[in-house]
């Protein structure tokens, strides 16, 4: 028996493990009284002030938009001024497309595949280019804490490549919220892609907005044509800006991170309605009307697991105008749901209350139910046209505003 080992252990208070069989002792890696009693004092605060505590807080947002569609949202917020606490990357397999985009980077994808020619429509191929770049990709969004992904479904980049690079995403620890468009019913086989790519893409991404061009049209159907195909990109840009901002900037209402992490995470398909109100009943106004018109079929919104609640208003907004958008919204949805919200400032709504409403889980027959035939399709009337004359120096706007 090694009685030196004994020894040592018993003067440091050791444990000893002795194999009788084999006549050795050995000493046991254990912690001893001694330790026990004297343990290691806790690693020292760093010495750093709140505002620099609060900064390092503040979560990484990066903002990906992703194939044309996606591209041309980045180019819409670069046009607004960026997004403050947040950097903007375009990705496109289209080399002429991405050189007219404004982004604060942009990135080239799959040109061993496509040789900077695009996609053709084919998803498999958006697939591949952001596979054959997913480190450069990556690097990109390291140690980001929420990314946010932007396409239109139904083409070839932006269908193939986003459930790539939302795994790429999830797989770093990164909140993934992807905002999307699905196409028009008269487009088939663009709706087929994009009926697959949306299947493929909830699998991978925390929570998936889908924005229906059919229900869009319900709202902007008056509007010019490119001022129609517009407005989704316009909303999913408003959308993102304002909900980064919301987190990364002090705001009225700050959006706490670890609350939206915690409603929107394995949040499946979601749908979102923006409403604008006026006057005595601008909340009741802008609040109905983001519900009412959700741009997504998704029945019953009584059903909704959780809400994302932005409010945005004049310099005469007050807490109590914020606190009563959000009893109306929670009024309406399942009495269990989680709850989120946030308000910001901007001078030039005095007057003006605009809501947008994020409903969680909802399902949707788009995933589910089989297209239907042609014939089933609305018509649009070809003859006896009203024309509504309206007060000149006044416009109706999408929301159920007016906007001057």
């Known amino acids: 028996m090694n009685f030196t080992k004994i020894l040592y252990a018993f003067k440091y208070n050791l444990y000893v493990d002795i194999n009788f069989?084999?006549?050795?002792?050995?000493?046991?890696?254990?912690?001893?009284?001694?330790?026990?009693?004297?343990?290691?004092?806790?690693?020292?605060?760093?010495?750093?002030?709140?505002e620099e505590i609060a900064k390092e807080a503040i979560p990484k947002i990066t903002?990906?938009?992703?194939?044309?569609a996606g591209c041309n949202i980045a180019t819409w917020l670069m046009e607004k001024g960026g997004i403050s606490g947040a950097r903007v990357i375009a990705l496109n397999s289209d080399a002429q497309h991405l050189s007219i985009?404004?982004?604060?980077?942009?990135?080239?994808?799959?040109?061993r595949v496509?040789?900077?020619?695009?996609?053709?429509?084919?998803?498999?191929?958006?697939?591949?280019?952001?596979?054959?770049?997913?480190?450069?990709?990556?690097?990109?969004?390291?140690?980001?804490?929420?990314v946010f992904l932007m396409a239109g479904l139904g083409g070839g980049t932006g269908t193939g490549a986003l459930p790539v690079i939302a795994k790429i995403a999830k797989e770093q620890g990164a909140l993934t919220i992807s905002v999307v468009t699905i196409p028009f019913q008269v487009e088939r086989a663009r709706l087929l892609k994009a009926k697959e790519g949306l299947k493929r893409l909830v699998e991978v991404a925390d929570a998936t907005i889908v924005i229906d061009n059919n229900r869009l049209r319900k709202v902007a159907g008056n509007l010019p044509l490119r001022e129609a195909f517009g407005v989704a990109n316009e909303l999913i840009a408003l959308f993102v800006k304002n909900l980064s901002e919301t987190i990364a900037v002090p705001s009225l209402v700050n959006m706490?991170?670890?609350?939206?992490?915690?409603?929107?995470?394995?949040?499946?398909?979601?749908?979102?309605?923006?409403?604008?109100?006026s006057g005595e009943t601008k909340i009741e106004d802008s609040v109905n009307f983001a519900l009412?018109?959700?741009?997504?079929?998704?029945?019953?919104?009584?059903?909704?697991?959780?809400?994302?609640?932005?409010?945005?208003?004049?310099?005469?907004?007050?807490?109590?105008?914020?606190?009563?958008?959000?009893?109306?919204?929670?009024?309406?949805?399942?009495?269990?749901?989680?709850?989120?919200?946030?308000?910001?400032?901007n001078s030039s709504m005095t007057g003006k209350i605009?809501?947008?409403?994020?409903?969680?889980?909802?399902?949707?027959?788009?995933?589910?139910?089989?297209?239907?035939?042609?014939?089933?399709?609305?018509?649009?009337?070809?003859?006896?046209?009203?024309?509504?004359?309206?007060?000149?120096?006044?416009?109706?706007?999408?929301?159920?505003?007016?906007?001057?």
């Not at 330790?35 to 605060?45: A, H, M, Y």
């Not at 079929?297 to 959000?326: F, P, Q, S, W, Y």
């Open 256 to 277: 706490d991170f670890a609350d939206l992490r915690s409603i929107m995470t394995k949040g499946g398909v979601c749908a979102i309605g923006v409403g604008e109100g």
């Open 354 to 404: 605009r809501t947008t409403v994020v409903l969680r889980s909802v399902g949707s027959p788009f995933l589910i139910e089989e297209l239907p035939a042609f014939s089933t399709l609305e018509e649009t009337p070809k003859e006896e046209v009203e024309v509504e004359v309206k007060e000149e120096g006044k416009k109706k706007g999408i929301f159920g505003g007016i906007f001057k």
């Open 21 to 50: 069989a084999g006549g050795y002792g050995e000493v046991s890696k254990k912690v001893g009284e001694k330790e026990k009693e004297n343990p290691k004092p806790p690693e020292p605060i760093p010495k750093k002030s709140i």
């Open 114 to 146: 496509t040789r900077g020619l695009g996609c053709g429509g084919y998803p498999e191929q958006g697939a591949k280019a952001a596979e054959e770049d997913a480190e450069i990709i990556s690097k990109e969004i390291d140690d980001s804490g929420l």
């Open 292 to 345: 009412n018109n959700q741009l997504l079929d998704i029945g019953d919104i009584g059903k909704a697991e959780g809400a994302l609640i932005h409010v945005e208003g004049g310099d005469d907004m007050t807490l109590e105008d914020v606190n009563r958008v959000g009893e109306l919204v929670i009024n309406r949805i399942s009495p269990s749901a989680k709850v989120s919200w946030g308000a910001r400032v």
């Open 63 to 68: 903002v990906l938009g992703v194939g044309g």
């Open 101 to 111: 985009t404004k982004a604060d980077k942009r990135i080239l994808i799959g040109y």
